[in-house]
């Protein structure tokens, strides 16, 4: 959810601010990512706000060192914003403005998130706000002026975290979640040879789960919304992307939503009880409420 925020905040600023990348002579590795607008540097919000959120919501969960816990944050922050000067995709300006801003954006954001996950989880109806919420904000995306796939990503973002929100919230309602049997902080458990091989194979079933409900949610949403609009799928696949085009636009907002979502509600969902099934789950996931 701190992740979900901060992207849009950010995204949306880069389409309302409207300044562009750095015009120093560079080879830019991210051609389509250098289509968008460059203010403020949402690489840097992100490279702010997972590490230390991480940090906050669980120094008083887990019995870690807090000097190490900063110190890897500071540097995951630091590589990644000296990479993106580096790269030609940032001016210095614009990482300083994206930590900035972040810093600012955290102060209120991780209370509110801490008390809003949890409501989101317990309410009987929460899942109706939850996509009304989440549809609204893509509708209402600032206009960029020219096609960029800014909106695109955030859309991405806000339908994952909605579909994570509401695989969390099906578990609760269904009695899946439960608390701990000892109350925090816990021991940190190192994890064995046994483990690790568990850990592995449940990435890789993780991962060919989630290409194939990418694949799967991108090609039914997409010939199921030009259907609606009345239009040839291959046809509106190869006409170019700009704002003229509302029809490609409305597409590609509606695959990315769904395809995302199920990405979402599947990571949290349906692959945790297919772990289990297969015996090769975690079981304190379900007592991490």
Same mark, same amino acid.
């Given at each position: ?12 600023? /880069? ?40 940090? =906050? ?5 887990? =019995? ?15 590589? =990644? ?5 580096? #790269? ?15 810093? %600012? ?9 801490? /008390?809003?996950?949890? &409501? ?27 096609? %960029? ?20 919230? #099906? ?31 449940? %990435? ?15 090609? &039914? ?28 636009? &409305?597409?590609? #907002? ?12 599947? %990571? ?22």
């Amino acid at each position: 959810m701190v992740w979900s925020a901060v992207m849009y905040v950010g995204q949306s600023l /880069k389409d309302i601010i409207r300044w562009p990348r750095p015009g120093f002579p560079v080879s830019r590795l991210q051609k389509k990512w250098g289509l968008e607008y460059g203010m403020p540097s949402t690489h840097a919000m992100v490279s702010v706000a997972i590490p230390f959120s991480v940090l =906050i919501y669980t120094y008083d969960r887990y =019995i870690f060192s807090l000097p190490a816990g900063l110190a890897f944050a500071v540097i995951w922050c630091a590589v =990644i914003c000296f990479s993106r000067v580096y #790269l030609g995709m940032h001016s210095v300006l614009d990482i300083l403005a994206g930590l900035v801003l972040v810093v %600012t954006l955290m102060i209120p954001l991780i209370p509110i998130v801490d /008390k809003l996950d949890y &409501i989101i989880v317990t309410s009987s109806w929460s899942p109706i706000p939850v996509l009304a919420v989440s549809i609204l904000l893509i509708v209402f995306y600032p206009d960029s002026g020219i096609w %960029t796939p800014t909106r695109g990503d955030t859309a991405l973002t806000v339908s994952v975290c909605a579909g994570l929100e509401i695989g969390a919230w #099906l578990h609760y309602m269904l009695g899946d979640f439960r608390p701990p049997a000892n109350p925090p902080p816990y021991e940190v458990i190192w994890p064995s040879y046994a483990m690790m091989g568990m850990l592995l194979l449940r %990435t890789v079933l993780g991962l060919c789960c989630i290409v194939a409900t990418r694949a799967f949610g991108k090609s &039914i949403s997409y010939a199921f919304v030009c259907f609606l609009l009345g239009r040839d799928k291959n046809e509106l696949r190869q006409s170019e992307n700009t704002l003229q085009n509302k029809n490609k636009i &409305i597409v590609e #907002l509606s695959y990315k939503f769904f395809a995302c979502a199920m990405i979402g509600f599947n %990571t949290q969902y349906l692959l945790p009880n297919v772990f289990k099934l297969l015996r090769i789950g975690r079981p304190d996931f379900y007592t991490e409420i």
